[in-house]
């Protein structure tokens, strides 16, 4: 079984910076790609960003330019680093590790995050 445990969420102001930190553990063979995607209300969930073990990332439109992905992969963790926030970024950013052996996808419980105007 996989813990999937995010933290660093929070309320900013338009313009401020907030980081994210994503930590997979349990029993672990090794983790392939790690992600965030977040669920604003009344909205479908979306990708935000990926990171593969190589390190090749991937972003939203959107966030693009202002936040970035990063690992840990000896600690199993990965990072959301989000500059420039803006009021379209609230929501809950959820994290997710795919282990790589059965490719099973495992989520955490989700972190809030709110950027007032």
């Known amino acids: 079984q996989v813990q999937v445990v995010e933290s660093g969420g929070g309320l900013v102001q338009a313009g401020g910076s907030l980081r994210l930190s994503c930590k997979a553990s349990?029993?672990?063979?090794?983790?392939?790609?790690m992600g965030w995607h977040r669920q604003a209300p009344g909205k479908q969930r979306e990708l935000v960003a990926r990171i593969t073990s190589e390190g090749s990332t991937n972003y939203a439109d959107s966030v693009k330019g202002r936040f970035t992905i990063s690992r840990d992969n000896a600690k199993n963790t990965v990072y959301l680093q989000m500059n420039s926030l803006k009021p379209e970024d609230t929501g809950v950013y959820y994290c997710?590790?795919?282990?790589?052996?059965?490719?099973?996808?495992?989520w955490g419980q989700g972190t809030q995050v709110t950027v007032s105007s």
């Open positions: 997710n590790a795919r282990r790589t052996y059965d490719n099973a996808l495992y």
């Open positions: 349990g029993i672990i063979v090794s983790i392939n790609d």
